[in-house]
Every structure is written in structure tokens, then in C-alpha cells.
């Protein structure tokens, strides 16, 4: 397992994301890492992410699939290119689909897991597969499709805003 | 459209969720209302809800779209049972699955609008589809489906946790 998050070697302009921008102090601040062929992210929520009293909020599962999906995407790409994720040119993911099916309510007060790996690697798209675990049981399955950002979106966010 | 939305009618302690729980000062207190056969909530996200610079973050679309849609199965079953939404017994919906698609990048410093309808509601489950819209253009498209609560859950909650 690498030691620097796939989010780390995001360029500042692309690290405010609310689910896994370092910059960003409000914050989920997900860090995503490669364990073999899967990639693997930990995440411990707040007591205020509850759904209902004990149990797990499942927008935060859905973003945490989203985020870890998304940098996993990139960050395959840039294995199947065969250079660091701090090469140039960057590549910037954007989700296009998620889905999530919530298999068990997912406990509070543990800290999560959330694994990925790539089932297609395109490149335009990326199509990976995810789940989180909490205390080692299946509680959520994920599903993103990620884009390359498009350029016009591109644009707008290294121009000036 | 009613004045009182449907999380108004959650017992305490179904309403500590962080997408729409009135009980929960850290979360997004999402209001649903019906507007005919169409339910809908406004948000208008905080700046550190971003994606990139600009635009908004995906992960908190797909939590407004599943807050929305769990509401909404809620509301229409209370419609379809001819009752109150505070009558007992009170009914509790989760997530069974959320898929959401991301069509157009939503733009930051815009209120959204949510809308949803319900396409399909069994006893057991409630099919509902939802959009994002900013500034009149639909930025994500989204499909839940919301079971009841599974007693053994519903117990867990309503004991002494």
C-alpha cells in the first residue's frame, strides 16, 4: 500500500471537492490509497451523520462510494499509462452515473471501509465497483461511471472564477 | 402546496437524519412538499459544497435525491392509505437503492430545485424518480427505491440506544 492518497496529488484548483478535497476544511477529506488491485479508503463518521438513531446516513455512504470511485478512476488511468499521478497531462474525473444498493443498515461509532476496484477501463470512461464495510460486513454496493471532466468544464475551472 | 413538509411530521427520533431530519442542527434539514403529483424542496448549498470551483458537489445531489424520494415514498403511502401523515401506525422508509445521473455540471451560488414522483408503490416498496434543477435546467436525474423498514431496525431504533 502507497503512502500518499491518490487526493493528494490533486492540484489545488481540483482539491476543494466537500468528499475528498485536502483543501477543503468542512470536509470529508476521503484519502483513497491502492491495496494490490483494489483501492481502499477508511472513514470514521461524525456522530451527526446519522440516518436514525445508530445507524449510518446513506447520502454519506453514496458520497464516499462517489469520491473513492472517482479516484480510483484517475488514478487507474494513470497506471494504465504507465506514469505518476502527478504527470502531465492531468486527468480530471467527473462521476456520470453512481448506484448504490444498500444491503444492511450500516452501524455507527466504526470506522468504515470502503474497497474498488476497476471492472473497464476506457479512455474516456471508467466503470468501478465498490463496497463499504463496517466491523467486516458488506453494508452498501456501489457502482460509478466516471468521465473524463469535460473540457468546457475544464475551462471554467482554471480560468478565473 | 401544504405549508407543513413531510420531515415536520417524523416522530424525534426519526427526524435526527443529516439530509432532512429537523432534529439535527448539523445537517441539510431538507424541507419536502407536495405540489400536486409532484413533490419538491429547495437547497441552495453552502460554498464548501463543491465539486471543483463553480460547481456543486455530486455526492450532495444524490443525498438531496435520496432524502427527497425516502419523504417522498412516505407521503404518498400516507396519500394512497386516505390517511394524515402523523395517523399511526407511523411508517419508516430506508433506502433500498439510489441511482442518480449527472447530466450537466450544477453551478455553485443558485438555489436548486428537487422534484419528484413516485412511478410505482407496493406495500412493501415505493419506486421513486427525482431531478436537480438550477436555474430551470435539469442537472441530475435520480431513481430510488424505498422499502418499509425492516422491524428488526425499527426495534433497534425505537429502543434505548
Request: aromatic share 8%; charged share 20%; hydrophobic share 35%.
Amino acid at each position: 500500500m502507497s503512502e500518499k492518497a491518490f487526493q493528494d496529488y490533486y492540484p489545488e484548483k481540483f482539491n476543494q471537492c466537500y468528499g475528498c478535497g485536502s483543501h477543503n476544511p468542512h470536509g470529508h477529506r476521503l484519502k483513497s490509497l491502492w491495496d494490490g488491485e483494489e483501492s481502499v479508503a477508511y472513514f470514521t463518521p461524525e456522530p451527526y451523520h446519522m440516518a436514525v438513531p445508530g445507524f449510518v446516513y446513506g447520502g454519506l455512504l453514496a458520497s464516499l462510494i462517489d469520491c473513492h470511485s472517482t479516484g480510483t478512476a484517475a488514478a487507474a488511468t494513470y497506471r494504465e499509462q504507465g506514469r505518476p499521478m502527478d504527470s502531465e497531462p492531468a486527468l480530471r474525473f467527473v462521476t456520470a452515473s453512481l448506484h448504490v444498493d444498500y444491503l444492511a443498515p450500516t452501524p455507527m461509532n466504526t470506522k468504515l471501509e470502503i474497497r474498488a476496484k476497476v471492472t473497464e477501463l476506457t479512455p474516456k470512461k471508467v466503470i468501478v465497483t465498490a463496497k463499504v464495510m463496517a466491523d467486516g460486513k458488506v453494508c452498501a454496493r456501489g457502482k460509478v461511471v466516471a468521465a473524463q471532466m469535460p473540457d468546457s468544464m475544464l475551462k471554467l475551472v482554471e480560468g478565473d472564477l
